[in-house]
Nanobody, 126 residues
């Protein structure tokens, strides 16, 4: 069992920045790939970013490339998402997720993740 707790959400104006953090606990969470997803009201949960267990491989949705950066600190069991140049369309609840598999192929579907945090609200005003 892995527990995930997100923090760092809030209200910012368009063009501003926020840094989200996910604290993980449980058996060997540092060996899991980690991801960030987001869900706006009335919308499907969508992939934002993924990072391998080593931190050596990262992936981003096209909508956030060049603006968001994912990172992890395995010694602290934390995963961060630095969000810059925020847009109103980034407004959503952001979820941290853990993937315990060793998959080589993936589609960035939420179904590929085994553990989820409670989410943190990010609101970007015009």
């Amino acid at each position: 069992q892995v527990q995930l707790v997100e923090s760092g959400g809030g209200l910012v104006q368009a063009g501003g920045s926020l840094r989200l953090s996910c604290a993980a606990s449980g058996r060997t969470p540092s060996t899991y790939a980690m991801g960030w997803f987001r869900q706006a009201p009335g919308k499907e949960r969508e992939f934002v970013s993924r990072i391998s267990w080593s931190g050596g491989s990262t992936y981003y949705a096209d909508s956030v490339k060049g603006r968001f950066t994912i990172s992890r600190d395995n010694a602290k069991n934390t995963v961060d998402l630095q969000m810059n140049s925020l847009k109103p369309e980034d407004t959503a609840v952001y979820y941290c997720a853990a993937d315990r598999s060793r998959r080589q192929l993936y589609t960035h579907s939420p179904a590929e993740y085994d553990y989820w945090g409670q989410g943190t609200q990010v609101t970007v005003s015009s």
